[in-house]
């Protein structure tokens, strides 16, 4: 499973950008799937997740501005950022859990994108 990252780039203070996260090969099962991300100097931090059955877990900072889009039959998710602020900079990635790890065995396993830079300034 790999997956791969799209949307990132320059927004200005107030404005929005759209990622997107697309799969390739096929999870055994995914739990869930969202987005972390890690600003310079930072630790990796959640922005939010969504579960296959629809439970949806914000990062305080994304409540209100944030919207995940999860598609659970192809696997892919989209994260829209609404109202950005300087502090969004960061890079942004994809994530998916799956309930079975590469070897077929029923070990939880996660799944990280290569990350895309979102960066918000004036």
């Known amino acids: 499973v790999q997956l791969e990252e799209s949307g990132g780039g320059l927004a200005q203070p107030g404005g929005s950008l759209r990622l997107s996260c697309a799969t390739s090969?096929?999870?055994?099962?995914?739990?869930?799937m969202g987005w972390y991300r890690q600003a310079p100097g930072k630790s990796r931090e959640l922005v939010v997740t969504?579960?296959?059955?629809?439970?949806?877990n914000y990062a305080e900072f994304a409540l209100g501005r944030f919207v995940i889009s999860l598609d659970n039959i192809k696997n892919t998710v989209s994260l829209q950022m609404n109202s950005l602020k300087p502090e969004d900079t960061a890079v942004y990635y994809c994530?998916?859990?799956?309930?079975?790890?590469?070897?077929?065995?029923?070990?939880?396993?996660?799944?990280w994108g290569q990350g895309t830079q979102v960066t918000v300034s004036a």
């Open positions: 994530y998916l859990r799956d309930a079975y790890n590469n070897y077929g065995a029923a070990i939880p396993y996660d799944y």
């Open positions: 969504e579960t296959s059955g629809g439970s949806v």
């Open positions: 090969g096929r999870p055994f099962s995914m739990l869930k």
